[in-house]
């Protein structure tokens, strides 16, 4: 016998074009375009999987999850909805939904999930109610580009469990901000939300910063412990940290672990830039964060929202004309969300006008600096030069070993000499211009041995 499925889409076109499309797959379709139906046909026993939309008409599915699922907790029900949020994703799988699909889908992926859910027959799971769509204004992700959608899901599936996440993403991307949604969204809410650094840590520095009495982990107990710039870490203490916690499991076990890296660390393992085991203990479920180069459709909504943010502080009531919109929108964000944010800022308190425009993006953009390609490439085209000046070199044994180091740190140097020289030595500013953790700011300082005026 076909499998049956309760069908809720008050969009009678896309209820129709479902019911086709499902009936061709060999399922057997009822729909209805209204919740209560709905949750009366599932306490009747009705149906093998459930597929509804999220708001029809003046009711919201969220609203019946919780009693459908306690009549019939191995009913799987996957959720579809247009309103394509963290805040959507997370409170579907809060209430109980299996899967969650955000509108626009592609038909065969929807169809894949069906199966998907038909074959595996879970078991009802206990699950506190998440936060509402009313608490979305403080979450701290937005984006409903396909990208951001991705990482919602993936979200909404760890938010639950007490699984180690790992986190990746470029300086500026939001990596802390995910990593806190997850927590807030966990069985772990009401206990603390603790976060370090371990960029430069050497070996002896780890045992008693995590694991002391007073130590990270047990700040953390109860609640979660993010452990940032984990590629930062370098060697000596990546052994001592995969020893550690292998040996204090018992310890580990009070704080929920998510860690976060702004390189790739798989291939930093096939270069031998990072430790398999370690990789292995905290790569259980892994994040990708796109840039936001990736998901310029998601900047005027965030653009909006952090205009928002600088209204409540007091900071200014600005708001964004159509041409500022696009003037951001072709804009490469190199620092990412947290540059976007900045941008903002600035803007909003330096614009004499209510409305922010164009023109005032690319004076806060830098209006004289040429095209961000052109740029890349001229720059590319400079260190293209210099690589090549290396083993052009008369000396038979160019080029010397430690290439790698001696060009980084060519660059380096005055990089952070002039952003240093920007904000007058001060290293705050300096770090968060950078997309630098500040500690890893001090250790470069000291390694290039740049001089420092009034410091922070």
């Not at 306690?70 to 394509?84: D, T």
């Not at 929807?110 to 699950?127: E, F, V």
């Not at 008693?208 to 870490?233: C, H, R, S, W, Y």
């Not at 995969?242 to 009070?254: Q, Y």
């Amino acid at each position: 016998m076909s499998a049956r499925i309760l069908l809720a889409e008050d969009d009678t076109s896309l209820r129709f074009v479902l019911s086709q499309a499902l009936g061709k797959e060999g399922y057997d379709v009822r729909a209805t375009g209204n919740v209560a139906t709905l949750a009366k046909w599932v306490r009747e026993g009705e149906g093998d999987l459930v597929l509804s939309d999220v708001y029809m008409g003046d009711a919201c599915v969220f609203d019946e999850l919780p009693s459908m699922r306690l009549a019939r907790p191995n009913l799987p029900v996957i959720v579809m909805s247009a309103q394509s949020t963290v805040a959507t994703a997370l409170s579907a799988t809060g209430a109980g939904a299996y899967d969650y699909v955000p509108k626009p889908f592609d038909l065969d992926d929807l169809i894949g999930a069906i199966r998907r859910a038909l074959d595996s027959k879970p078991d009802a799971k206990t699950r506190a109610a998440s936060a509402k769509a009313e608490k979305e204004e403080r979450l701290p992700l937005i984006g409903r580009s396909a990208a951001m959608q991705e990482v919602y899901r993936v979200m909404a599936r760890v938010a639950a469990t007490d699984v180690t996440v790992l986190i990746e993403g470029e300086s500026g991307a939001g990596k802390k901000r995910v990593a806190r949604a997850i927590h807030e969204h966990s069985k772990r809410a009401r206990g603390p939300f603790v976060s370090l650094s371990l960029a430069g840590f050497s070996a002896g520095e780890i045992e008693p910063v995590l694991f002391a009495n007073d130590g990270k982990m047990a700040q953390a107990a109860g609640g979660t412990l993010l452990l940032e710039d984990l590629d930062e870490l370098p060697a000596p203490g990546q052994t001592r940290l995969a020893g550690l916690l292998n040996t204090e499991r018992a310890t580990v076990e009070g704080a929920r672990i998510i860690a976060a890296s702004q390189r790739n660390l798989a291939q930093l393992v096939r270069q031998g830039g990072f430790r398999q085991d370690l990789f292995s203990l905290l790569n259980i479920v892994s994040i990708q964060l796109p840039p936001l180069r990736d998901r310029l459709e998601d900047v005027p909504e965030l653009a909006r929202a952090f205009l928002v943010r600088v209204r409540k502080e007091s900071l200014g009531d600005k708001s964004l004309d159509a041409s500022a919109i696009e003037r951001l929108k072709s804009h490469a964000f190199p620092g990412n969300v947290r540059e976007l944010e900045n941008l903002l800022r600035r803007a909003a308190i330096l614009s004499p006008a209510p409305v922010i425009t164009a023109r005032d993006i690319a004076i806060e953009l830098g209006a004289s600096a040429p095209p961000a390609q052109e740029s890349s490439l001229g720059f590319e085209q400079a260190v293209a030069e210099r690589v090549a000046a290396e083993f052009t070199s008369a000396s038979p044994n160019a080029p010397e070993p430690g290439l790698y180091d001696r060009l980084l740190a060519e660059l380096e140097r005055p990089l952070i000499v002039q952003t240093l020289a920007a904000t007058r030595g001060n290293q705050i500013r300096a770090a968060a211009i950078l997309g630098l953790n500040r500690n890893t700011l001090r250790k470069k300082i000291q390694s290039l041995a740049i001089p420092t005026g009034r410091g922070d």
